[in-house]
């Protein structure tokens, strides 16, 4: 990750597009005061499968590869995140590693909220814990799809054609 | 209260022995007792489905005895079960918040007692409880963990032995018999059951059991299975 920088989510037009960066004002402003931003290269590695969680990462633009790894190193992609998307949410809240890596596929700018501040924030604010639930809930739904279609898939051949 | 199912039903959460021990169940004073005045306990006999994939989410289904088997559906009829949910879980969860068709079939495999919410009624608790809808991150965060374990094991798995050596280290330990010698561990599904589980077919899962057995790598009695070479069985999990 290269120099950090401050930008507010106030000033973010794509707000109400947003599942999560939709929040009331005061909401907003507090979580504004959590994160810190930063720019970041195409092909940063976010987080690793297996590491230890240390917070989420908000993805302010841009798109990040979400993938598993076998212990033989093949690699397959859950799916490709977009902008307004939080990573690494379930294994924050979980308190676990994180069971997926992230890499960038742009140079875009991601806003970084550590673990303690994030369940001190959604404690303190039920509108951000209401959104992460639908979040959560939302990311389940596509993980669901994905074991359909790998374990649904006819044959290796098929599935295959997701392996990386 | 016993019930035609031969359940010892819990009547009420609040004097529910198990709850400080289950995730969702250990909620605080206040919003235990708004729980207690939504829910509705019932109880159901083996072989019951409360919900079915691909229909609109009706609520919230807390599971307080037996088991649920959870799957999904091909078109053609082939049918994978992603998960054994046990006492304690929260099923429907994710459709119940979304608003999206249930994306899973819940099917009891034992008599079972569960509690049921209405949707409404349970997304207006979680907004008035705030203690709750944090219980119900941490419940969805574990449920997509798990999905993602699911997703690797049958993607990047190469070999139907390699999933049921995985599968079968992976009971042994969460039995706590992963640190013995020779762990054992009651296999409580069929045959067709464990294939479901690991996408493949009935005659395969009996065919590779058949292997491990005279390779005395496992071994029966009745319907306990006993790892008998259990360094023989991960190295199968490790495909080689």
């Known amino acids: ?53 240390k917070g989420v990462l908000l993805l302010c633009e841009g798109r990040a590869r979400l993938s598993v790894c076998s212990e033989t190193s093949s690699r397959l992609t859950l799916r490709i995140a977009g902008p307004g998307e939080i990573l690494g949410l379930s294994a924050c809240l979980a308190g676990s590693a994180h069971e997926m890596t992230a890499e960038l596929l742009d140079s875009t700018r991601v806003a970084l909220v550590r673990r303690k501040d994030l369940m001190e924030f959604l404690h303190d604010h039920r509108e951000a814990c209401m959104k992460v639930v639908s979040l959560l809930s939302q990311d389940l739904h596509r993980a669901y799809d994905r074991v359909r279609s790998v374990g649904m898939g006819r044959g290796r051949r098929s599935r295959s054609t997701r392996v990386h | 209260m016993l019930s035609p199912y031969g359940l010892d039903i819990i009547e009420s959460c609040l ?15 206040p919003a235990l007792q708004a729980f207690e005045g939504i829910k509705y306990a019932t ?6 489905v409360l919900f079915v994939e691909g229909q609109a989410p009706r609520g919230i289904f807390v599971l307080c005895k037996g088991r649920v088997k959870l799957s999904i559906c091909a078109t053609d009829g082939k049918t994978l079960i992603v998960k054994i949910a046990e006492p304690g879980e929260v099923l429907g969860l994710s459709a119940s918040v979304s608003g999206k068709p ?16 209405k949707r409404d ?51 042994s330990s969460k039995n706590g018999e992963a640190a013995k010698q020779e762990p054992r561990l009651k296999l409580a599904l069929t045959h ?15 065919r ?30 490790s495909n080689n």
């Open chain 1, 1 to 53: 990750m290269e120099s950090a920088i401050q930008q507010s989510c106030m000033e973010s037009i794509e707000r109400p597009d947003r599942l999560f960066c939709d929040l009331p004002t005061e909401t907003l402003k507090a979580f504004d005061a959590l994160k810190s931003t930063t720019e970041c290269q195409r092909g940063t590695v976010l987080f690793r499968e297996g590491s230890h969680c």
């Open chain 2, 15 to 29: 004097t529910c022995k198990s709850r400080t021990e289950r995730l969702f169940c250990d909620l605080p004073g």
């Open chain 2, 43 to 48: 109880a159901y006999p083996k072989g019951a």
């Open chain 2, 102 to 117: 249930y994306e899973l079939t819940a099917e009891t495999i034992d008599p079972c007692q569960v509690n049921f919410v």
């Open chain 2, 121 to 171: 009624d349970f997304l207006r608790f979680l907004k008035e409880q705030p203690d709750a809808c944090f219980k119900v991150a941490e419940q969805l965060s574990e449920k997509y963990n798990t999905a993602c374990h699911e997703v690797r094991s049958l993607g990047l798995s190469h070999s139907a032995g390699e999933k049921l050596a995985k599968l079968l280290l992976e009971w």
């Open chain 2, 192 to 206: 067709e059951e464990i294939a479901q589980m690991i996408g493949t077919s009935r005659e395969t899962v009996t």
């Open chain 2, 208 to 237: 590779l059991f058949a292997d491990l057995k005279k390779r005395q790598i496992v071994q029966a009695k009745g319907s306990t299975l006993i790892i008998r070479n259990k360094a023989a069985l991960k190295l199968i999990a």
